[in-house]
């Protein structure tokens, strides 16, 4: 499957700071993937009008049971009140047992800078999970 597109549904101000996070999920089986993919397009719709949401970004790799996100937001504040609303808290708790795997990083970066591009974004999560691996949580 392609790449969701860079999604704008605030624009961001010209100079400023944008906290952003990338993720990746990879579920336990090929049987998981189509309710896992349904309910990752929930969770995008609900983004899509977020309050503070700077952009966001989704591949899905269902052949590989793999999906990653990429979001930009005004602060934490904002990332994590989205988290915590529904659908996107549900869809979570409901996602974990058919979790095998999943990574998480943040950083700051100016908002000049986005959208982030997919393989800063990769890269910063292979280097998070190698130091969870490691059982270091400062890796990204």
């Excluded at 130091?131 to 990204?140: E, L, M």
Aim: aromatic share 12%; charged share 25%; hydrophobic share 40%.
């Amino acid at each position: 499957m392609p790449t969701l597109p860079w999604t704008v549904p605030n624009p961001p101000p010209p100079h400023g700071t944008a906290f952003v996070m990338a993720s990746r999920f990879e579920v336990r089986s090929l049987k998981d993937v189509p309710r896992f993919f349904l309910r990752s397009l929930a969770a995008w719709r609900q983004v899509r009008t977020a309050p503070g949401a700077y952009g966001a970004s989704l591949v899905a790799r269902p052949f590989e049971r793999v999906f990653c996100t990429l979001s930009a937001w005004e602060d934490r504040d904002a990332l994590y009140a989205y988290a915590r609303t529904e659908p996107h808290r549900g869809i979570m708790a409901s996602a974990r047992s058919t979790m095998r795997d999943s990574t998480f990083t943040f950083w700051e970066a100016d908002t000049g800078r986005l959208p982030i591009s997919w393989d800063d974004a990769m890269r910063r999560l292979a280097e998070q999970a190698r130091g969870d691996a490691a059982g270091d949580t400062s890796a990204a």
